[in-house]
């Protein structure tokens, strides 16, 4: 079982950059997707991006194409996510978690949630 720890979040102005690492404290991501969730407040967790361990395969939401960047360490067996041109409406909290099933978008899917960080973004 992968347990993760994200970091790397913080508090920025709207156009500014932030890098979030999902770092695997126990266990590695092989054979596994990993995926970078968010959740504003009283609004429903959704998908960020997702990345395939093994191919490299990724995913991203049409709202962050462009600005977000997935990627993966097999070294340090860390996923993550450098968020550039940040806008207010990424302020959230940003989670990490796994899942066997694929690169696919269902939260119930995926399993061992990190504590999540937040990213304030101000206009």
């Known amino acids: 079982q992968v347990q993760v720890i994200e970091s790397g979040g913080g508090v920025v102005q709207a156009g500014d950059s932030l890098r979030l690492s999902c770092a695997a404290s126990r266990g590695i991501f092989y054979n596994l997707a990993v995926g970078w969730f968010r959740q504003a407040p009283g609004k429903e967790r959704e998908l960020v991006s997702s990345?395939?361990?093994?191919?490299?395969?990724?995913y991203y939401r049409d709202s962050v194409k462009a600005r977000f960047t997935i990627s993966r360490d097999n070294v340090k067996a860390t996923v993550f996510l450098q968020m550039n041109s940040l806008k207010p409406e990424d302020t959230a909290v940003y989670y990490c978690?796994?899942?066997?099933?694929?690169?696919?978008?269902?939260?119930?899917?995926?399993?061992?949630w990190g504590q999540g960080t937040q990213v304030t973004v101000s206009s």
């Open positions: 990345i395939n361990w093994n191919t490299g395969t990724t």
């Open positions: 978690a796994s899942t066997s099933q694929g690169l696919q978008a269902d939260p119930k899917k995926y399993a061992n």
